[in-house]
Each structure stands twice: as structure tokens, then as C-alpha cells.
């Protein structure tokens, strides 16, 4: 069904979008923002049609073995199952070859039930050339020409099919400069309603009207480039003279981000230091920044999404309304943290058949041994205290904790439960020591030390390194100790 004629709308054009996890069109991070933009365009019910490439096998599916060793393969999907089909068609020249384009559309729902409509572009048609068949079959994939032709593809096709469904587009929005050709479909239009024949600066002020660009790479080599003989091979000659009148070569260059921010009224970069890098790197534009952002309704957990409900109702609808998250409860949240927790050890289990203890200390005894480290001793006391730990490290960090915060009553109190508990089950000297060292008190620090060492404890192996025992260096039996463990000093 075509759009209402009237309706103005903007275009978001981007070589990736992770619209769903079934649906392998999207690599990495670009293909995220541009997936989280829409979700949020939809919820705020922002009058926006999107446009990418259907890529049938996807980017790749990457496997580790067990010596950590990656290969990759294929990630086919069959669009029909899930896209639905339109029955636009659009016909580019690519090499002087006329390629014939079709469109799968994917409908992204808010919160609201306002709508967002992605078209992804297909090339596997039987009336098109075998070569021109694959173009939009892998994400990334192929030589320089292959890319090429994709962008021609995103670029130049897109914008034809936008024209064909009828949609009154006031602004394109080019994500990165792979569709930046839509650039040149854009001034090829202009020249032919005016019949002015040559570029003028006026028809580039036209183009730029209509045009918003997004960079996103901080380094030069992250940039596409094809040369002119590239460039004039798969686009004709006419298109690269045009290119040519557009002053958009650098040298003999065709750089994609430059011919988007010369035919851009408005460029930002992803973050304010990225805009600061995009700024340093083309001095001749003016280039602003927005912070990226995620759709937050996406990504939190089911166990996080029914906390905000209960606490910050309006959540979902303004996610401004997040900043009052300060005030949840403590204990609530610990809670949707164990469920998380548990659901994502349950999605490992059915996976990979590995079955990992959501009760498992170890995370928490880094994680506070880290706090120690930093000097974070409040942090290091709220992440070992709650749920009241039971593991003998944990309880002696905990110790160190409170001995290192000026607490001497409650480390006091860890020393004596970790000595009951001694009546029940081993517990490591190692690790008592730590609490002593935090309390100044180096000779009982250093008894248990070598209770360790007649122990033979593995932990012993750290003596020489661990922070949390500087304070002992200087003493001669500490010194004695590391020798012989066998270790330098």
C-alpha cells in the first residue's frame, strides 16, 4: 500500500540496521545505533521511512573452538518468512547495465503503536545478471567493486524507490557514508527540473537542503575510497563527470565521506570527542555532535523492565523519567540483578549444556577485591556485604574492607566469624592476613602468612604482587617468606 501522498516524511538511509536478531542485516555497532534510532523514532511516532539491503546470508556467523580459534560462515535467512513483500520495483544502471531492484518491508512498532517502515533492497532477480544477483547478499563482503556497486544499490536505488512509493521525503538522513550517492540521485533530479545544465552553487545549496549526514568513523582508513577508474567503471562516465562538476574528488578519489558532507546542510558525529576528532579530520565543515543513545526499552532485562513498572511507570513512554532509578530500592534492585543473572546462566545452560551456579562468589570476590584496590572502600563493603557472604575469600575481603575504612570493630567481628569457622571447614590464611595487613597489624598479618606457606597454598604465588600486601614489604620476615616461596623480590 502506498503512503498518503501529502504525508512529509524523512528518509534514513544506513548499510546496516539490527532490526532483529533473526534477521542477520547488521554487523556491529553502526547497524545497532541504526536499529535503537528507529525503535526510539517509532516510540516518539516521528513521521520516518528507513532504507538498507536485505544481504540473504547475512554478515557471518563466528564460531571459538576450544583453543579460541574463530571461523566463520554463512548466515542465511529466507526473507520471505519474515519481511513482507512489496511490489515497487526500481531499475539502476550499474556498468551500463540496467539492474533490476525489489523491496522487502519490515515494520518497526512503538511503544505507542506509531509505526517506522524499513524497505530493504533486493537484487536477487532472475532477469538480473548472476553478478549483480549476489550484490545484495552479504553485509561487508567482496572487493572494492562489490561495495561499490552495493552503495549504487542503497544509494541510487533507494532514493528511486522512495520517489516510486510516493513518499514526500523533506530530509534524508545519510547513517555513514555508504549511501552517500544518494547525494548524486538528488543532484541529478534537481538538474533535470531546472533544465540548468551545468552544476551551480545554487543546486548544491538545493542538495544540501535536503541532506543530513552522520559520521561515525574516527580514523581515516575507516573511510570508503574507490578510485576514479573504479568510480567511472561501475557509475558511467556522465555521473562521474557530474561528480566531477560537484567538485567532490579528492584527487583522483572518490572519498564517500566528503561527497556526504558536501552535499550536507547538517553533520554530526556520535559523541562530543568524536565530533572534536571528525572536526580535526575535515576542517572545512562544520560538524556538531549527539551522543549516541540506546533504546532502553530494548535492552534492559524482563526482571529490570517489571522493576521500572512497578517503581517509574512512565518509563516506557520517556525514558528521562530513568534518572529517578536513584531512588528504587536497593534490595529490589539486587534482586532483578540475581534474576538477570539466573536467566542469562539458563540461556548458557541450554546453549552451550554448561551449568554455572548463579550463587558463584568468584564474580563478587573480583569485583570487590577491585573496590580494595582503587581505594573504594564503601563499594567494596556494599558488593561483599549483600547477600551475606558466606565464602571464606569474600568474608575476608570484606574484613580488609572495613579494616581499610577505619571500621576496627566490624573487621574485628570477620576475623572471629572466619575463626569459627575454621572448627567447620578449611579456611585460608592467605586470605585472613589481608585483614590483619588492613588493620596495622603486620606481625599477626605476617603468623598467618606463614601458616599459608606450611599450607603450601597456592595463593602463594601472588606473594610478591598482591597490593594488599605493600605494607609488609620493608619487613625482613616478609622478605625471608618470598625467598623462600621462590619467588623475586
Not at 521525503?169 to 538528488?186: D, F, I
Not at 517509574?312 to 539486587?334: K, Q, V
Request: glycine share 6%.
Amino acid at each position: 500500500m502506498k503512503p498518503k501522498q501529502n504525508t512529509p516524511v524523512i528518509a534514513y538511509f544506513s548499510m546496516e540496521i539490527a532490526l532483529d536478531p533473526n534477521i542477520p542485516t547488521y554487523s556491529g555497532g553502526l547497524g545497532m545505533l541504526a536499529g535503537d534510532t528507529l525503535r526510539s523514532v517509532a516510540d516518539l511516532a516521528v513521521p520516518l521511512v528507513a532504507v538498507s539491503l536485505v544481504y540473504r546470508r547475512g554478515y557471518f556467523w563466528q564460531h571459538l573452538d576450544g583453543s579460541g580459534q574463530q571461523t566463520e560462515q554463512p548466515q542465511p535467512w529466507d526473507p520471505d518468512h519474515t519481511l513482507e513483500a512489496v511490489d515497487e520495483r526500481a531499475t539502476i544502471e550499474i556498468e551500463g547495465r540496467q539492474v533490476a531492484v525489489r523491496v522487502w518491508k519490515y515494520t518497526v512498532i512503538g511503544v505507542t503503536g506509531a509505526t517506522v517502515a524499513v524497505y530493504l533492497l533486493d537484487t536477487d532477480l532472475p532477469e538480473n545478471a548472476p553478478p549483480d544477483r549476489e550484490l545484495t547478499n552479504s553485509l561487508y563482503g567482496g572487493d572494492s567493486h562489490y561495495r561499490l556497486c552495493q552503495e549504487v544499490v542503497l544509494g541510487l536505488g533507494g532514493l528511486q524507490i522512495l520517489q516510486q512509493m510516493g513518499y514526500n521525503v523533506q530530509r534524508y538522513h545519510m547513517n555513514e557514508g555508504h549511501a552517500a550517492l544518494l547525494a548524486l540521485g538528488l543532484l541529478e533530479r534537481r538538474l533535470s527540473q531546472s533544465f540548468a545544465g551545468r552544476v551551480k552553487q545554487l543546486d548544491v545549496d538545493s542538495v544540501r537542503s535536503l541532506c543530513i549526514f552522520t559520521t561515525h568513523t574516527p580514523v581515516p582508513a575507516g573511510h570508503d575510497e574507490f578510485t576514479r577508474e573504479l568510480a567511472e567503471h561501475v557509475l558511467g562516465t556522465e555521473r562521474t563527470a557530474l561528480l566531477t562538476e560537484a567538485s567532490v574528488w579528492k584527487g583522483d578519489v572518490l572519498n564517500m565521506t566528503y561527497l556526504a558532507l558536501q552535499f550536507s546542510g547538517y553533520v554530526n558525529g556520535v559523541a562530543m570527542r568524536h565530533g572534536e576528532v571528525s572536526r580535526d579530520m575535515f576542517p572545512a565543515y562544520v560538524i556538531s555532535a549527539i551522543t549516541n543513545g540506546v533504546h532502553a526499552l530494548t535492552w534492559a532485562a524482563p526482571s529490570f523492565k517489571e522493576l521500572f513498572d512497578r517503581y517509574i511507570p512512565a518509563w516506557r513512554t520517556d525514558n528521562n523519567y530513568l534518572r529517578y532509578a536513584i531512588s528504587i530500592p536497593l534490595d529490589d534492585i539486587r534482586e532483578a540483578h540475581v534474576r538477570a543473572k539466573k536467566r542469562l546462566f539458563g540461556e548458557i545452560k541450554d546453549r552451550m549444556a554448561v551449568d554455572l551456579d548463579p550463587n558463584n562468589p568468584f564474580p563478587r570476590i573480583g569485583l570487590t577485591r577491585s573496590y580494595i584496590q582503587i581505594r573504594k572502600y564503601e563499594e567494596a563493603i556494599a558488593t561483599a556485604s549483600k547477600p551475606e557472604p558466606d565464602d571464606s575469600y569474600l568474608l575476608a575481603s570484606l574484613g580488609e574492607a572495613y579494616a581499610r575504612s577505619g571500621k576496627t570493630a566490624e573487621a574485628q567481628k570477620v576475623i572471629d566469624k572466619l575463626n569459627e569457622l575454621t572448627k567447620q571447614r578449611y579456611v585460608p590464611p592467605y586470605a585472613v592476613a589481608w585483614i590483619y595487613v588492613g588493620l596495622g597489624q603486620k606481625q599477626q598479618a605476617l603468623d598467618w602468612l606463614e601458616k599459608s606457606y606450611a599450607n603450601r597454598e597456592d595463593t602463594m604465588i601472588w606473594l610478591n604482587s598482591d597490593p594488599s600486601l605493600d605494607d609488609l614489604r620493608s619487613e625482613p620476615r616478609f622478605q625471608d617468606l618470598v625467598r623462600r616461596v621462590g619467588l623475586p623480590l
